[in-house]
């Protein structure tokens, strides 16, 4: 084998041992972006059920908070209601005397 043969030939080991290091390289480049991507949406789906829960958790606090208003007004009404009936049944019972 001449020189050139030789050199020629550890030209092209070196070649195909930088071609493998860097098909290495970019297939664990390619699970890393993977596993980011996968982390990143695992994110995101933990964030949207928070928010759906937040949402569902108001919706119901609202509808509670709706529910208080109605009981508080009905109850200020029967008492208003009952405080008139008591005031007419005093003004009757001074008109008769």
Do not use: G, H, P
């Not at 020189?3 to 030209?11: A, N, V, W």
């Not at 860097?22 to 949406?41: D, G, M, P, T, V």
Request: no cysteine; aromatic share 4%; charged share 55%.
């Amino acid at each position: 084998m001449t020189d050139q043969e030789k050199k020629s030939l550890k030209e092209t080991r070196e070649a195909e041992k930088r071609r493998e290091e860097e098909s290495k390289i970019l297939a664990r480049e390619r699970q890393i972006k993977k596993a980011y991507l996968e982390k990143e949406q695992a994110l995101e789906k933990a964030t949207k059920a928070k928010e759906t829960e937040r949402a569902q958790k108001r919706t119901v606090e609202n509808i509670k908070e709706l529910e208080r208003e109605k009981v508080r007004k009905d109850a200020y009404f029967a008492r208003e209601k009952t405080l008139a009936s008591d005031q007419e049944a005093k003004n009757l019972k001074n008109k008769k005397e």
